[in-house]
């Protein structure tokens, strides 16, 4: 399980609460609960916190790699 650094933990903030984030295992978990009452939970992949909100993570997701190498639109 990688371990986030705490010099890292404490300039990062839940991008749909804005309140500081704590490791919990594989993931990182808001502070603070958001309007729902529940507090957002974001994954660390490689080391690398994904700190998308949920609905965007998921079209991040949809869209595929393509959409993001630019040599993918080059004609041939």
Same mark, same amino acid.
């Given at each position: 399980?990688?371990?986030?650094s ?11 609460? @804005?309140?500081? +984030?704590i490791?919990?295992? *594989?993931? =990182?978990? !808001? &502070?603070? /609960? ?12 490689? @080391?690398?916190p +994904?700190?998308?909100?949920? *609905?965007? =993570?998921? !079209? &991040?997701? /949809? ?14």
């Amino acid at each position: 399980m990688p371990k986030i650094s705490p010099e890292l933990l404490s300039i990062l903030r839940c991008p749909v609460t @804005g309140a500081s +984030l704590i490791q919990d295992g *594989e993931e =990182l978990v !808001a &502070a603070v /609960a958001d309007e729902s009452g529940v507090k957002p939970r974001y994954a660390i992949e490689d @080391g690398i916190p +994904l700190l998308l909100p949920p *609905e965007l =993570l998921a !079209a &991040a997701a /949809a869209a595929g790699l393509d959409q993001h190498d630019p040599a993918a639109g080059t004609p041939a």
